[in-house]
């Protein structure tokens, strides 16, 4: 098979290297196998699905898919002991004030993120919850979402999520679990040692009711330990810095250079949100003067953030301290002498000279991972450059400290001194770094209740496990990243019975009876004036924050940085092992949601797990293949994990995401990868030491990166900023560039019929702010009821996604650029897919969209055989029929689910076009400019799709298809795709040198 020569075999990487150096122009590959032109890249390209009907015939990959089903679909009021009996039901006779069927309704809400608010709208159907977008009225947020906060919809329903309370790993009423809590609370004696371990967390109202607690139990702490924690180490270097805790929120809105060591700005996390918008609108602006905002990235792995990096720079993460410090020192700052070979050194002077160049316009960023002092040196850095209060913001702290952290904890309770240990939906025993033995500790404590929503290891460990309520089940509330205060309101019951945490908090301080409503309320009577009237609180909870409630913006005090030590400098070709989150499932809180496990990770492209991603250079020097077994050894700790060479990587780094071999949570996290935590240490995420052995075996890993190749030149077109610099849709009138001409020669369908419908649907991407990020796939998997198929099936390229996101490396293996373009359907004014139809299934609308018709279908896949974009997807299974009841309650009611032998694409959410169409026929006026968002535009945090009727000359979308970088994707086979693209643009470093 194609694909298991993708894995098997051991590049030519000399051979790979000569390649690339001698091609001549721009050279886009997507990976090693397109790089080399090997057989197994041609397979991809010349057919749709290279690995065929063979799998049909294979029964255990067919319980898989069946297995996947079940378990990624929706099994909403599935529970594990309930036992249905024959009811009545009656009908209503009057309707529910403000229900239509069919009509839906929608709630202003919020979803926790690492204990910050992510604020929503959340759409029902009948009450069901289908999908959740942002809540643009609030004052921190956009209609965006990233791919983690979408995919929260899925996890309400997951069959898997805890239904069942457990005593020492035993199942148990919850009521008699929740009981027993109630009594061991009660039981304590006056002083006795009791600790509380969550998240990080900024509910007011949970807060509230800890500080109460404390009150009650003089003997408790609260830990407070996020597995991947992006904030407590920057509230920490900002002590270090300022003499008290600030918050630092970095403005790329304001900044013309950003220097970032090792600090996903763009890439998935908690600012995501906040950074992505700013920094394309800056981006956006710098089209119009040529004054582009530029990225410097030094960093070991290649981000998002280094994707979109006018320089990126190379370099292992053990060194970034010592490059921070190379930096401060340059800019004036008192820093210990960094020790850089001279190609890094020469990179710092340079990015320090800019820095200071554009003084009060640029900020240097470091991860957060990096030591504290090393932070802290940083903030002294962006005091000289005058970043302080412009593009780096100092806030009051939104998330209080805690008494405690982890490591300290864990020390307790193996000393002895935890008597009563109370856990709130975390899950250390899988997500401690391993040299903490979380579950060695966890046995000597008597007591553990473990409260969350997945039975997981540490809840089968605990001494009782309390199933949780999901977000989008129970009143709560918390503070977004700008401190605004939402409310989290339920839209559903408990699907599987989970407690309201609030609830259960009440009971514990003595008010027995009260709910988590009531608990909310009485957090914000005060405030909300409550005892005045409702208004306040109805507003609330209508808009989906409460106002004047942000953090207050705190004049940066000087900074006071205490001496900085660096870490010793690693020996010439030390091994490193860097440990972050992954992409897809986090810390592992995503594992078992199958939209996420199945989105192609940015960077890797890989689905379904997780690998070990090394340098050509490494897989040269130790005869690495994709796939191939290695075992990793630090401390006496090892895991075996499959490679993934990643060109771009630094030469001696080798990458773990952490979150990953969750497998006791449930079905699709058993399908999914390696646990990294093992071999994690305790304090930051770089390990030095590491030994790496060669195994024998090699494991078929599911990645995408080679499906949807497509044949053509010019897949990606970069312009010069100076030739953009005020050449949008004016130029375009007076008749722009080249790009320009080959979008705009006309349009074949000018429907002047009568009765004619006089929109022209079409879309463009702007791949100059595209980030690569994936929301747009999730928004378009949540809306339009794709499937998830599971690893098997993606492996032989049948995943279902109706929109990708390629990503091309561009230049040589070990310092490529990197690019990134979503391909969802073009429809084509000239559909070749049209043409091939034997049945006339796909057809063109009178408003130029390229139409399925389900019921006509017979699949012939003779469109997908002509589409040169591959864009089409086939129906190789039935996911159109539950797999258990109930399973079909996150499907959106306007989309057809599709029955297998269909092929479906892309439909530029038609139905969205429907529901515009009927508003405006009621009123008898035209679909207004922007009113019809498609699913994939909505969800994208920079804006670069943008969708619209182009008949309309005064569109974002008509103008977007004059600017002078727009152009049509194989533009030479004539097909004329109205989804068209804007050129990335260039920036002018000339200042550099
Ligand atoms: S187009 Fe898609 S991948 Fe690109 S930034 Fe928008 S949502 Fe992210
Ligand atoms: S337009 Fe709609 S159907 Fe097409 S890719 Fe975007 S979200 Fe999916």
């Known amino acids: 098979m194609a694909e298991k020569a993708c894995h098997g075999n051991t590049p030519d990487i000399p051979a790979l290297r000569r390649r690339l150096a001698d091609a001549r122009g721009p ?28 799998l049909l015939d294979q029964p255990h990959a067919r319980r898989t898919v069946l297995r996947t089903m079940a378990a990624s679909f929706l099994l909403g009021g599935l529970s594990a002991c309930d036992v249905y009996l024959p009811e009545d039901v009656v009908p209503w006779v009057e309707q529910p004030e403000a229900m239509v069927p069919g009509v839906p309704r929608f709630y202003a809400s919020m979803i926790p993120f690492q204990g910050y608010a992510r604020p929503v709208v959340i759409e029902t159907h009948e009450g069901r919850p289908t999908r959740l977008d942002g809540n643009h009225r609030h004052p921190a947020a956009t209609r965006a979402l990233d791919p983690f906060t979408q995919a929260e919809v899925l996890r309400l329903y997951d069959p898997d999520r805890s ?19 109630l009594n061991v609370i009660q039981g304590l004696e006056n002083g006795e040692a009791v600790r509380l371990l969550t998240g990080r967390t900024t509910s007011p109202t949970l807060l509230r009711q800890i500080e109460e607690l404390k009150q009650r139990l003089p003997g408790l702490r609260h830990h407070v ?19 008290r805790p600030l918050e630092t929120r970095v403005r790329l809105g304001e900044a013309d250079v950003v220097v970032s060591l090792e600090d996903d700005l763009l890439g998935a996390g908690l600012m995501q949100l906040d950074h992505a918008p700013d920094w394309a609108e800056r981006r956006r602006r710098g089209h119009e003067t040529g004054d582009l905002n530029r990225l410097y990235v030094a960093e070991s792995t290649p981000t998002l953030t280094g994707a979109k990096a006018a320089d990126r720079h190379v370099v292992p993460s053990h060194r970034v301290p010592h490059l921070a410090a190379a930096i401060a020192a340059d800019l004036g700052v008192d820093a210990p002498p960094a020790s850089l070979p001279p190609e890094d050194a020469a990179w710092a002077g340079k990015v320090a000279a800019l820095l200071e160049r554009h003084a009060g316009r640029a900020v240097l960023t470091v991860g957060a991972h990096a030591p504290a002092e090393v932070q802290a040196l940083v903030l002294a850095a962006n005091e000289r450059i005058g970043a302080l209060g412009t593009t780096l913001q100092t806030l009051e702290p939104i998330a209080p400290p805690a008494d405690g952290g982890l490591p300290d904890l864990v020390d307790a309770m193996r000393g002895g001194t935890v008597g009563t240990l109370v856990i709130l939906d975390l899950d250390p025993v899988f997500a401690a770094p391993g040299v903490l033995d979380f579950a060695g500790a966890l046995a000597a404590v008597p007591t553990s209740i473990h409260l969350g929503t997945y039975a997981d290891a540490t809840a089968r460990r605990s001494s009782l496990h309390l199933p949780l309520a999901h977000a989008l089940e129970t009143w709560s509330d918390g503070r977004a990243t700008d401190g605004t205060a939402c409310i989290q309101q339920p839209v559903t019951r408990p699907l599987y019975g989970g407690i309201e945490v609030h609830a259960m908090l009440e009971a514990w301080l003595g008010r027995p009876g009260r709910t988590a409503r009531h608990a909310v309320r009485r957090t914000w009577r005060a405030p909300l004036g409550l005892d005045d009237g409702e208004a306040r609180w109805e507003r609330a909870l209508h808009d989906g924050y409460v106002e004047g409630t942000a953090a207050e913006n705190v004049p940066p005090p000087s900074v006071d940085a205490p001496p900085a030590t660096l870490p010793e400098p690693a020996e010439e070709r030390a091994l490193e092992v860097v440990f972050g989150p992954d992409p897809a499932v986090w810390d592992g809180r995503y594992a078992n949601v199958g939209w996420l496990q199945e989105l192609p ?19 040269e020097r130790l005869g690495l293949s994709n796939g191939r077994l290695v075992e990793i050894t630090a401390e006496g700790r090892a895991v075996r994990i499959p490679v993934w060479i990643v060109p771009g990587q630094a030469a001696e780094t080798v990458t773990l995401h952490v979150g990953q071999g969750r497998h006791v949570i449930g079905r699709l996290a058993e399908m999914g990868g390696t646990d990294v935590n093992p071999l994690r240490p305790a304090g930051g995420d770089v390990l030095l030491g590491a030994t790496l052995e060669v195994l024998d075996e090699t494991r078929e890993l599911a990645d995408t990166q080679m499906h949807g190749s497509m044949e053509g030149r010019d897949l990606i077109r970069a312009m010069p900023a100076a030739e953009v610099a005020g050449h949008g849709a004016a130029q375009a009138e007076a008749g722009g560039g080249e790009a320009h001409h080959e979008t705009l020669h006309g349009r074949i369908f000018d429907y002047e019929k009568p009765g004619a419908e006089p929109y022209a649907w079409a879309m463009s991407i702007d791949l100059d702010t595209c980030i690569g990020c994936n ?34 490396f561009e230049g040589d293996l070990d310092r490529p650029k990197i690019h990134f373009q979503p391909v969802p359907c073009m429809h084509c004014e000239h559909a070749p897919c049209e043409i091939g139809c034997p049945v006339r299934a796909t057809v063109h609308g009178p408003e130029g969209l390229n139409q399925m018709i389900y019921n006509r279908c017979i699949g012939t896949r003779t469109c997908s055989s002509y589409c040169p974009y591959k864009v089409r997807r086939f129906n190789w299974f039935d996911y159109s029929q539950p797999a258990a009841p109930g399973e079909e309650a996150v499907r959106n009611p306007d989309v057809t689910v599709r029955a297998r032998g269909v092929m479906e694409k892309c439909t530029y959410c038609v139905q969205r076009i429907s529901a515009a169409r009927r508003e405006a026929k009621k009123e008898d006026r035209r679909i207004a400019d922007g009113e019809v968002q498609t699913a994939c535009q909505t969800a994208c945090p920079t804006q670069a799709i943008v969708f619209g009727d182009q008949n309309d000359p005064a569109s974002r979308i008509a103008r977007a298809k004059d600017d002078r970088r727009s152009y049509a994707l194989l533009a030479e086979t004539n097909t004329r795709p109205r989804t068209g693209y804007r050129a990335l643009v260039v920036e002018d470093t000339d200042e550099e040198a």
Not at 228 to 238: K, Q
């Open 775 to 808: 929301a747009c796939v999730v928004g378009c998997v949540a809306e339009n009821n794709i499937p998830v198929v599971g690893p098997e099936q993606v492996r032989m390229g049948r995943e279902m996604h109706w929109i990708r996101v390629d990503r091309y």
């Open 601 to 619: 990770k940015p960077i890797t492209k890989l689905t379904w797990g997780n690998a070990a991603l090394v340098s050509p250079a490494l897989a």
């Open 225 to 243: 330990w996020e597995p991947v924690d992006e904030v407590g180490p920057r509230l920490r270097a900002a002590e270090m810095a300022f003499g």
């Open 163 to 181: 239904a069942t309370a457990l005593r020492n790993g035993n199942p148990v009423s919850t009521a008699a679990a929740r009981s027993q809590a």
């Open 27 to 54: 050279r886009l590959w997507k990976g090693l196998e397109e790089a080399a032109d090997e057989p197994a890249f041609r397979t991809w390209l010349d057919a749709e699905f290279p690995a065929a009907a063979q």
